[in-house]
């Protein structure tokens, strides 16, 4: 499988010189029939695919001012052109955001233009051509959707949003991808992306109960189903079970016993990512934020809080108003709906919550921001909050933690790769070669500060970071949750007097 | 009357009419388009006011071209403040008594004329030197910036080399103003300079100078940042619902 180079880490990060064609290659498996046909698809590529792309294209025009606007207001400037983790890490020019949205443009250009109908070769139009599409079908699973080409552009021309469009023509026309689609049917129809029924979701967090009890001397729970909760817990379904993930869910779970709320998990709505807004399709994206509102009124819970995944607080704090409100059943003294990070800070700001941070002195921390919660999102009720909100959380909960270089951070921060709907084995090798930047900017503190870990609030980041970690020379463990170091120092107010010893408190 | 005159009032008419008609266009389809979802970019405002600031931040000062280039910035943005000031300057040949601040701004607009070709030869080194902008440049994008450069050029020509009869000029743009066909000069380079202007109206909407309405468009910049808050519901959206 590991048919490629791993890219070399270097001292500082240089821009790297165009190798055309290098990641042609790369295409993720194309969705089957049935996979296609549940999500309302066509199963394969239609007849007249050329005249349906162009007519998708122009509803997508015509409902999304975004894909408008940014195809006419490019004006090639370059601004863009370095900033992409995939261009930096693959040397692709069509991995530029401009490039990579010219696929589209070039097209749009050629038939929706008046130059490019009469001047196609002046103004860079093309023909819609097999060779076109294919390059589509590369190209826009080369993209994580993590905006950072937006920040720099002069006007904000987000290649999300086009590659969102172009993976919705895709999929109008019959070229669907296999990872999201499957996924989202899944989600659709059982409730959360891994196909876990309910059965097997009450095993798994009876197990976790059981586990934490031995651990700490305390029943901590971890309810299903419960109705009449206060609290409604919308988590990633790689909490249930992935590593490091289900130690930041286990500090969930700690921070609600420690709170004295009642919480419940649904089994309907097991799932916090939304992979609808990976293939742009605002229909998927509602159907599945319908399920979260329809377990929250049968549950009759009073709030929402969505766990530790980035594009799913996008589809949360951005949309989930729009897709699935009002939400005025619920509590309108907390915000809907609202992220764990949020309502563990403001316990921490309340004094709720005693710490030992002794418990976490083996690691020094830094923070990985992931992309969807520091561009698309917010955290707080203050600009920033996204920034300052998780790195509070580690300060409280640990003695050593160092920040990444600034242009690797903030709103300036790398996308893990795996991103936007690619973390998939089909597509290691970019997956691998994304993660450049990041690694290097992570190898920057580990050499100079010492940092040992790298925490995380993003399932696709937890996810990638333990597969890509190793190519780089880290440990596959150096990633772990933020609420994972919330779990580790949290005292836990009704724990046994000190029959506890401190082993199997570090095994966890 | 001359064919002189005649055909150059025809050509800014028709350049007028293609540059208002096309942008007032695409304005009315930029404003009508619905934008569904939430998108601003990080650092998002939280209030309309916020989205002003922020606005006028880019438009005035480049700031998110400033994080992303240094060099493309300065240039951009000493072509685009050289072209403000030298437009500003030729608000005189549209005004039979010329505004006071207009006369002011006369010596400044003069030489900004050298900011703005600087900037476009920067701009047109940069297109050429940089394996990246060079990659994504079609011919129309060097095709731009050379029609700039030669606007520039030709009226810098005019301003600091050979001078044109600038009264006349003038009476020739008052003429128009009131439809009626004034003398024009003769003079080779002026003549170029107002063709090539006509050409730049006629192609601005059709181009990728639609940026210039764009920017105030771009969902990314012009949202405030409060979902939660205030539910955002595009009209097709709402059928949806139904």
């Not at chain 1, 800070?345 to 919660?373: A, G, P, R, W």
């Not at chain 2, 606005?55 to 072509?79: D, P, R």
């Amino acid at each position: 499988m590991a048919d490629f180079e791993t890219p070399e880490l270097r001292e500082y990060p240089i821009i790297p010189k165009l190798k055309e064609g290098v990641m042609a290659h790369s295409k993720p498996y194309v969705a089957k029939v049935q996979f296609q046909e549940a999500l309302g698809f066509p199963g394969e590529l239609v007849d007249n695919w050329e005249e349906k792309a162009l007519e998708k294209l122009d509803d997508l025009r015509g409902r999304y001012r975004s894909l408008q606007v940014y195809l006419d207001s490019c004006v090639k400037c370059g601004a863009c052109t370095d900033k992409c983790h995939y261009y930096l890490g693959t040397s692709d020019p069509k991995n530029m955001p401009v490039a990579r949205q010219d696929l589209l443009r070039q097209v749009y250009r050629r038939y929706r233009t008046f130059a490019g109908k009469y001047f196609p070769r002046l103004v860079g139009a093309k023909d819609l051509t097999r060779d076109v599409l294919d390059d589509w079908y590369s190209y826009f699973h080369q993209c994580s959707q993590c905006r950072r080409c937006s920040v720099f552009c002069p006007y904000g021309i987000d290649t999300a949003e086009i590659s969102m469009a172009a993976r919705e023509i895709m999929d109008t026309i019959g070229v669907g991808q296999k990872y999201c689609n499957e996924i989202i049917g899944k989600a659709a129809t059982i409730g959360n992306n891994l196909g876990l029924p309910e059965p097997a979701l009450a095993d798994t967090l009876e197990g976790l109960e059981e586990e934490v009890e031995e651990d700490t001397g305390v029943p901590v729970k971890f309810p299903l189903d419960q109705k009449g909760s206060e609290i409604l817990l919308v988590t990633p379904s790689a909490d249930f079970f992935a590593e490091p993930h289900v130690d930041g869910l286990i500090g969930y779970a700690k921070v609600f016993h420690e709170a004295g709320v009642s919480w419940t998990m649904s089994s309907y709505a097991s799932e916090a990512a939304n992979f609808g807004m990976f293939i742009g399709s605002y229909e998927n994206m509602r159907s599945l934020s319908l399920r979260i509102r329809k377990a929250a009124e049968d549950l009759g819970v009073k709030r929402i809080v969505f766990g530790e995944c980035g594009h799913a607080w996008r589809v949360a704090y951005s949309f989930l108003n729009t897709l699935a409100g009002p939400f005025d059943f619920l509590d309108p003294n907390y915000p809907v709906p609202q992220h764990i990070c949020e309502f563990t800070y403001d316990l921490i700001q309340k004094d709720k919550l005693k710490f030992d941070k002794s418990e976490n002195d083996h690691m020094t921390l830094t923070f990985h921001d992931s992309c969807n919660v520091a561009r698309a999102s917010r955290m707080g009720d203050k600009a920033g909050g996204q920034f300052d909100i998780p790195r509070a959380i580690i300060r409280a909960a640990c003695n050593n933690f160092v920040d990444m270089p600034a242009d690797a951070i903030g709103e300036a921060t790398f996308c893990c790769g795996g991103g936007g709907g690619l973390l998939t084995d089909d597509l290691m090798e970019l997956r691998v070669k994304g993660a450049q930047p990041r690694m290097e900017a992570y190898k920057r503190v580990v050499e100079d500060n010492g940092v040992t870990n790298v925490a995380a609030i993003c399932a696709i980041c937890k996810s990638q970071f333990t597969k890509v970690l190793p190519y780089y020379g880290f440990g596959m463990t150096d990633i772990v949750s933020v609420h994972q170091l919330v779990s580790e120092a949290l005292v836990l107010s009704d724990a046994p007097s000190d029959d506890n010893d401190s082993d199997t408190e570090a095994e966890a | 009357m001359s064919a002189l005159p005649v055909t150059y009032a025809i050509l800014f008419y028709a350049a007028t009419l293609l540059l208002v008609v096309g942008l007032v266009r695409k304005i009315v389809l930029y404003a009508r388009t619905p934008a569904p979802l939430k998108i601003p970019t990080t650092p998002a405002p939280v209030s309309r006011s916020g989205v002003v600031l922020r606005m006028v931040h880019e438009v005035v000062l480049f700031t998110s071209l400033f994080k992303a280039t240094k060099w493309t910035w300065l240039f951009g943005w000493l072509f685009h403040f050289g072209l403000l000031l030298v437009l500003l300057r030729h608000l005189r040949y549209f005004q039979a008594e010329t505004w006071f601040w207009v006369d002011l701004i006369q010596p400044f607009g003069k030489y900004a004329s050298y900011a703005m070709v600087i900037g476009l030869l920067g701009l047109f080194a940069r297109r050429i030197f940089v394996d990246r902008v060079r990659y994504i440049s079609a011919p129309s994008d060097y095709l731009m910036l050379l029609l700039l450069i030669a606007i520039g050029a030709s009226g810098m020509l005019m301003t600091f080399v050979t001078h044109t009869d600038i009264v006349m000029v003038k009476g020739f743009f008052l003429g128009l103003l009131r439809f009626s066909i004034e003398p024009l000069p003769s003079d080779l380079l002026l003549l170029t300079h107002l063709t090539l202007v006509a050409l730049l109206m006629i192609i601005f909407p059709i181009s990728k100078l639609l940026h210039a309405p764009g920017v105030f468009f771009s969902p990314s910049r012009n949202q405030v940042d409060n979902p939660r808050e205030k539910r955002h519901l595009a009209p097709w959206a709402a059928e949806l619902e139904k």
